[in-house]
């Protein structure tokens, strides 16, 4: 996904103990002897311009990547109690934006960007000085936990929300009208909420609850399809990410004494949620995967290996490893979540948040499958 108020000492504290037992030689393990530092002749990328675009990001709130209707590449983020819309240009520029709705009234749990009427605005939900959870989509009451959602055109916004005694996962959006209720837990809250449009083809919302993931698919009037809960093991900040008519659930879950890299796709809107995650007994180890491809070779940004420190690298269809990684920080800087939007043109750019809560990008030009 990521709980609401989880602290940075305590984000810390979970990925240094994540990876305290990594081992060079664990099965499908990815170590620093595989990593090239940025620069270096085995490394896939060549780094352009690394900057630093502010200080104090809330942690909490975590970096959420859209590509909005009109091309445009955004991360939302929180710098302290203010919403901000880091803009990739076409051209390779990155930008921090104060965005319309740029203020919020409470801690800040998510940033979501969005269209309105063509300018950049984000969705900004918040916990209130009194413990409420407002959420920015849809006016909705009494939520223990909630994210906001927005059609890329920004027409369509909803929200995906927790309630208590017993833990409910719920939804509302613009257009629906009442509250839709999508999976009821069998003890554990819901976190990590997620959700994606897919069109004409309906929505689809995933969340993590004790260790277990849902996966759950709705028509575009918000009416349930499917729903499917997957084992146990999975770890925290997962990506979902949407294909069409289709979508995936990229997150990792133990393996071999490691969070590995594990993967649940479905190609169309006649097909079933799938039965299993695949990758994660021989997956890259590591935490808060996060993919983007350049033309036809997907990079993979994940934080493994040397505790904190995150890496670039090049993987295939299934997430095995297609050449030689890198590290995208320098040594001893420590990073704790990561967006990475591609280019066609070989360009990646990697927005990410450090312990320090320095808010970084790093601009790469990376070789594809074809060697450009």
């Given at each position: 996904?990521?709980?609401?108020?989880?602290?940075?000492?305590?984000?810390?504290?979970?990925?240094?103990?994540?990876?305290?037992?990594?081992?060079?030689?664990?099965?499908?393990?990815?170590?620093?002897?595989?990593?090239?530092?940025?620069?270096?002749?085995?490394a896939?990328?060549?780094?352009?311009?690394?900057?630093?675009?502010?200080?104090?990001?809330?942690?909490?709130?975590?970096?959420?990547?859209?590509?909005?209707?009109?091309?445009?590449?955004?991360?939302?983020?929180?710098?302290?109690?203010d919403?901000?819309?880091?803009?990739?240009?076409?051209?390779?520029?990155?930008?921090?934006?104060?965005?319309?709705?740029?203020?919020?009234?409470g801690?800040?749990?998510r940033?979501?960007?969005?269209?309105?009427?063509?300018?950049?605005?984000?969705?900004?939900?918040?916990?209130?000085?009194?413990?409420?959870?407002?959420?920015?989509?849809?006016?909705?009451?009494?939520?223990?936990?909630?994210?906001s959602?927005?059609?890329?055109?920004?027409?369509?916004?909803?929200?995906?929300?927790?309630?208590?005694s017993?833990?409910?996962?719920?939804?509302?959006s613009?257009?629906?009208?009442?509250?839709?209720?999508?999976?009821?837990?069998?003890?554990?809250?819901?976190?990590?909420?997620?959700?994606?449009?897919l069109?004409e083809?309906?929505?689809?919302?995933?969340?993590?609850?004790?260790?277990?993931?849902?996966?759950?698919?709705?028509?575009?009037?918000?009416?349930?399809?499917?729903?499917?809960?997957?084992?146990?093991?999975?770890?925290?900040?997962?990506?979902?990410?949407?294909?069409?008519?289709?979508?995936?659930l990229?997150?990792?879950r133990?393996?071999?004494?490691?969070?590995?890299?594990?993967?649940?796709?479905?190609?169309d809107?006649?097909?079933?949620?799938?039965?299993?995650?695949?990758?994660?007994?021989?997956?890259?180890?590591?935490?808060a995967?996060?993919?983007?491809?350049?033309?036809?070779?997907?990079?993979?940004?994940?934080?493994?290996?040397?505790?904190?420190?995150?890496?670039?690298?090049?993987?295939?269809?299934?997430?095995?490893?297609?050449?030689?990684?890198?590290?995208?920080?320098?040594?001893?800087?420590?990073?704790?979540?990561?967006?990475?939007?591609?280019?066609?043109?070989?360009?990646?750019?990697?927005?990410?948040?450090?312990?320090?809560?320095?808010?970084?990008?790093?601009?790469?030009?990376?070789?594809?499958?074809?060697?450009?």
């Amino acid at each position: 996904m990521r709980a609401p108020l989880l602290s940075a000492a305590l984000v810390l504290a979970w990925c240094t103990a994540a990876c305290s037992k990594c081992s060079d030689d664990a099965p499908g393990g990815v170590s620093a002897r595989d990593a090239s530092e940025l620069g270096g002749k085995d490394a896939p990328c060549e780094l352009s311009s690394q900057s630093k675009l502010g200080d104090g990001v809330e942690l909490a709130a975590g970096l959420t990547s859209r590509r909005l209707g009109d091309g445009r590449l955004v991360v939302g983020v929180a710098l302290g109690t203010d919403p901000r819309a880091v803009v990739v240009g076409g051209g390779g520029g990155v930008t921090v934006q104060e965005p319309r709705r740029g203020k919020a009234s409470g801690r800040l749990l998510r940033v979501t960007p969005a269209l309105e009427d063509g300018a950049i605005a984000v969705l900004s939900d918040v916990r209130t000085a009194d413990g409420r959870v407002e959420c920015a989509a849809v006016p909705s009451a009494d939520l223990s936990d909630c994210r906001s959602f927005a059609s890329a055109d920004g027409t369509k916004r909803w929200l995906v929300g927790s309630r208590s005694s017993p833990p409910r996962l719920v939804a509302r959006s613009n257009a629906s009208g009442g509250e839709r209720e999508l999976f009821t837990s069998d003890g554990p809250p819901f976190e990590d909420l997620r959700s994606e449009h897919l069109g004409e083809y309906g929505f689809v919302v995933s969340a993590r609850y004790g260790g277990k993931v849902v996966m759950i698919r709705l028509e575009p009037d918000f009416a349930l399809t499917e729903a499917r809960s997957y084992g146990n093991a999975f770890g925290p900040n997962p990506e979902l990410v949407s294909a069409g008519s289709g979508a995936m659930l990229l997150t990792t879950r133990r393996a071999f004494e490691r969070q590995r890299v594990a993967f649940a796709q479905f190609a169309d809107q006649h097909g079933h949620l799938p039965e299993h995650f695949d990758g994660s007994e021989h997956g890259l180890a590591g935490h808060a995967p996060r993919l983007a491809s350049v033309g036809s070779q997907r990079f993979l940004a994940l934080l493994d290996a040397v505790p904190g420190r995150l890496e670039l690298l090049p993987v295939d269809a299934t997430f095995g490893r297609a050449g030689p990684g890198q590290f995208v920080t320098a040594a001893g800087v420590k990073a704790l979540d990561s967006a990475i939007l591609g280019f066609d043109d070989g360009r990646v750019v990697v927005v990410y948040a450090t312990v320090e809560r320095a808010l970084m990008a790093a601009t790469l030009r990376c070789k594809t499958q074809s060697g450009k």
